[in-house]
Antibody
Framework: EVQLLESGGGLGQPGGSLRLSCAAS????????MAWVRQAPGKGLEWVSA????????YYTDSVKGRFTISRDNSKNTLYLQMNSLRADDTAVYYC??????????????WGQGTLVTVSS | QSVLTQPPSVSAAPGQKVTISCSGS????????VSWYQQLPGTAPKLLIY???KRPSGIPGRFSGSKSGTSATLSIAGLQTGDEADYYC????????????FGGGTKLTVL
């Protein structure tokens, strides 16, 4: 059974940093692209970032470029999101998501339970 | 403002059929696969439809998807009260800011 367990959320200061982790199990982590998707309180889904499996290419939504860094450690089956220069509008539940497969579209077939990030002074 | 446009809400009675539209452009829906997600209150999203019209294992046949040009549609037949949820479409956008894009979400109310 695929399991994705996020951690690292909490209260962050404006301009500060947080690092989210997503521990994966139940599948061959190194073979799948992974992503972070966030949801602000009462709002819709917003894709944040993704990293491929094959060559580790990374992608970011415009609002986090230069501030957030996605990475993966295949030896630890863990996905990370380093969040710097935090802003109030980064406040959201952050989900870790697994891409269904490389020969399909960007479909996310497994999601974590989410970790809440609150940016406030 | 989401890149993909969905109606904010739809409603129908139990047993009826409802459709949810998702409108985009040639840089996203027009040239990429579409997926649909169901999000029940307080839970993580769940994949309902992938690659425009395929259902993951365990998803009932009542849920179906289609795509035409730069629009996609999710259809839910035989509505049940348990289908009350938010529904999101998603796809890859191949524009300069390449990445995944989602619709704004549609709240389904089963009357």
């Amino acid at each position: 059974e695929v399991q994705l367990l996020e951690s690292g959320g909490g209260l962050g200061q404006p301009g500060g940093s947080l690092r989210l982790s997503c521990a994966a199990s139940g599948f061959t982590f190194s073979s799948y692209a992974m992503a972070w998707v966030r949801q602000a309180p009462g709002k819709g889904l917003e894709w944040v970032s993704a990293v491929t499996a094959s060559d580790g290419s990374t992608y970011y939504t415009d609002s986090v470029k230069g501030r957030f860094t996605i990475s993966r450690d295949n030896s630890k089956n863990t996905l990370y999101l380093q969040m710097n220069s935090l802003r109030a509008d980064d406040t959201a539940v952050y989900y870790c998501a697994k891409r269904l497969g490389v020969l399909t579209g960007w479909n996310f077939d497994s999601w974590g339970q989410g970790t809440l990030v609150t940016v406030s002074s | 403002q989401s890149v993909l446009t969905q109606p904010p809400s739809v409603s129908a009675a139990p047993g009826q059929k409802v459709t949810i539209s998702c409108s985009g452009s040639s840089s996203n829906i027009g040239n990429n696969y579409v997926s649909w997600y169901q999000q029940l209150p307080g839970t993580a999203p769940k994949l309902l439809i992938y690659d425009n019209n395929k259902r993951p294992s365990g998803i009932p046949g009542r849920f179906s998807g289609s795509k035409s040009g730069t629009s996609a549609t999710l259809s839910i037949a035989g509505l049940q009260t348990g289908d009350e949820a938010d529904y999101y479409c998603g796809t890859w956008d191949s524009s300069l800011s390449a990445g995944v894009v989602f619709g704004g979400g549609t709240k389904l109310t089963v009357l």
